[in-house]
């Protein structure tokens, strides 16, 4: 229990110390995908959806791009995504080598060498 809430701790931590960067890249990706609305004439609704699945690299499908500039700004959307999902990842990481630290000795896991 203690190492989950060393890692929870951890991670909320660095999580809001990136909060800026993670909400800036949210805006880009509901403003890029609001404008590919337009271009579209999606909703609002459809527009925001069609981003935040395409900036999650899920792309369904079920809604797509027809016109050149959208498709541009597709890619660009999908590569914004791929930092934000970097980022999040990059926290989980250092908070489990956080956790995994302050909780687990080193030396209880490696076998002595030797009859």
Not at 25 to 31: D, K, P, R
Not at 67 to 85: C, D, E
Request: aromatic share 14%.
């Amino acid at each position: 229990m203690k190492f989950t809430l060393d890692f929870l701790d951890a991670f909320l931590t660095i999580a809001w110390l990136t909060l800026p960067l993670l909400g800036s890249f949210t805006c880009v990706v509901a403003g890029l995908g609001l404008v590919v609305g337009r271009i579209e004439n999606w909703t609002p609704f459809n527009a925001l959806y069609w981003s935040f699945i395409t900036a999650s690299t899920v792309g369904f499908g079920d809604i797509r791009p027809s016109q050149k500039p959208s498709k541009i700004l597709a890619v660009v959307i999908a590569f914004v995504g791929l930092m934000f999902t970097g980022i999040v990842i990059a926290i989980a990481v250092e908070s489990a080598t956080y956790a995994f630290d302050r909780n687990v000795d080193i030396h209880k896991l490696t076998r002595p060498v030797g009859p």
